[in-house]
């Protein structure tokens, strides 16, 4: 997941990961996914506007 997210703030396009890491595209692309989605859930449990 580290990776998803340092290769989003390096401006690296999601194409090029799998030659990059050496993953296949649906691994990164899963990968991609669930770090997305936990940075989601974190910021909406410290942001909750009731």
Do not use: K
């Amino acid at each position: 997941m580290d990776v998803i997210v340092l290769a989003h703030l390096c401006g690296i396009h999601p194409a090029a990961l799998p030659g990059i890491v050496g993953l296949s595209p649906a691994m990164t692309h899963t990968l991609d996914h669930h770090a997305r989605g936990a940075l989601n859930d974190l910021y909406r449990r410290n942001h909750t506007w009731e």
